[in-house]
């Protein structure tokens, strides 16, 4: 089945090191999403990918970035974990970047920051 | 961005049907309404979007009211398994999907 792969679905890091977490799309859409959702709290989007473009919100803190080598994949890396960095972080697709379109959303990486 | 207001929680009998109320006030004419839910442990999945007119599909029905004011997502027939939390979204003329908190929908056998 066509889907939205995260790996890790959990990821334990020490405040201050570099992590990276990854997603991996067999949708072949052109829009991968990165969002935030801290515990008991809504998704707050992050940045998307369109194709190669990159567009990151206006509040996303400089400490977290984003590539996309090709389609299929995209990564979060976060510089610097601090403690209020520990979330579920949840990577989507769309086909396209419109206002009606569908998101397809994975499973999640619970990461925690000791 | 506009914004809606759903309740904190709910709780529903299995095999009974589920009305989940969603207000948004200042929903402008163009704007679209989106439900999605997150299971335990799970990313949202998609349940249902509409604009004016009431929508149907095999997960749920959307009904909008005719002032577009306020909708409500109706789940026919309510199964362990439609425990969830339930976001109601509104696109306004863009892709985004800004999240309220949404309703916590708990399901007594």
């Known amino acids: 089945d066509a889907m939205v792969i995260q790996n890790p679905r959990y990821q334990v890091t020490q405040f201050g090191k570099p992590v990276t977490l990854s997603c991996s799309q067999t949708?072949?859409?052109?829009?991968m999403y990165w969002y935030q959702q801290k515990s008991s709290q809504a998704p707050k989007l992050l940045f998307h990918?369109?194709?190669?473009?990159?567009?990151n919100e206006a509040d996303t803190p400089d400490n977290f970035q984003s590539r996309r080598p090709n389609t299929s994949f995209c990564f979060l890396d976060i510089r610097s974990p601090g403690l209020g960095d520990a979330a579920m972080y949840l990577c989507?697709?769309?086909?396209?970047?419109?206002?009606?379109?569908?998101?397809?959303f994975g499973p999640g990486t619970r990461l925690t920051v000791l | 961005d506009a914004k809606t207001t759903q309740p904190n929680s709910m709780e529903s009998n299995e095999e009974e049907p589920v009305h989940l109320p969603c207000n948004h006030s200042?929903?402008?004419?163009?704007?679209?309404i989106h439900w999605y839910r997150q299971l335990p442990s799970q990313g949202p999945e998609y349940v249902i979007h509409?604009?004016?007119s009431n929508v149907n599909n095999r997960m749920a029905s959307l009904a909008i009211a005719e002032d577009r004011k306020s909708s409500t997502l109706i789940l026919h027939r309510a199964t362990l398994r439609d425990a969830a939390v339930y976001y109601c979204?509104?696109?306004?003329?863009?892709?985004?999907?800004?999240f309220g908190t949404g309703t916590r929908l708990k399901v007594l056998a």
């Open positions: 200042t929903i402008s004419g163009t704007d679209y």
């Open positions: 989507a697709t769309s086909r396209e970047l419109r206002q009606v379109g569908e998101q397809f």
């Open positions: 949708l072949n859409h052109n829009v």
């Open positions: 979204i509104l696109t306004s003329g863009t892709y985004k999907y800004i």
């Open positions: 990918y369109y194709d190669k473009d990159f567009n």
């Open positions: 509409g604009l004016t």
